[in-house]
């Protein structure tokens, strides 16, 4: 997703968020089924790697729509939809976490997408696939869910949003309502916490 709310790649013919969101508020709910088309794939992923569980990232989601439609009017920079729409998503699922009470690993599965944690520039982040292309092992997958698990909310919600799921700094500041120079900080802790938990398995 582009900076501008277009798919990558796109031609301009392609109506931007803002527009979409003007012809919103201008009575058309067509046009906010596309903005749900447009975002959906993030917003169930962002979801699903701080909740762990399929049916319970779809419920969340489902959930942060109907408050992004109900709220719309109250976004005053219509271009940054993308941002503030992930953040509803994730405040939503770290309160659904919360009030799930359960110490057991909700990121169990989250090398299992496609591509798993990717490494790049020797962060600790490891694919699904090794080296050798063999799959990486039960062990340590759990091992990278509980330790991704037991990272501070902030930490873990910025590394899944900038390392995993890719996002620009910029825009998890904006969803983590802090300052890109603390998306770094918290991302940096959480890999250093990372490493460590996983220093006898890498």
């Given amino acids: ?56 990232a779809a419920d969340v989601v489902q959930d942060a729509f109907i408050r992004a439609h109900r709220n719309l009017a109250t976004l005053e920079q219509r271009a940054r939809f993308g941002p503030w729409l992930m953040r509803i998503v994730s405040n939503l699922s770290l309160n659904y976490r919360r009030q799930r009470k359960r110490s057991t690993a909700a990121l169990d599965d989250v090398v299992e997408e496609p591509g798993g944690l990717r490494r790049a520039d ?17 062990e340590l997958r759990e091992a990278i869910g509980r330790a991704v698990n037991a990272l501070p909310d902030k930490q873990r ?25 603390l998306v770094k900080w918290n991302v940096f802790q959480a890999r250093k916490t990372l490493r460590i938990q996983l220093a006898s398995y890498l």
């Fill in 1 to 56: 997703m582009s900076a501008r709310g277009q798919p990558e790649g796109s031609s301009t013919n392609v109506p931007s968020d803002e527009l979409l969101i003007e012809q919103v508020l201008g009575g058309d709910d067509t046009a906010f089924g596309a903005l749900v088309r447009r975002y959906q794939r993030q917003a169930v992923a962002v979801s699903y790697r701080l909740l762990g569980r399929a049916d319970d």
């Fill in 122 to 138: 020797g962060d600790v982040f490891v694919a699904a696939v090794g080296p050798e292309g063999g799959l990486i092992s039960e």
């Fill in 157 to 181: 919600l910025a590394l899944v949003l900038s390392s995993v799921e890719g996002m620009p700094q910029k825009d998890v500041a904006e969803v983590l309502g802090c300052s890109v120079e």
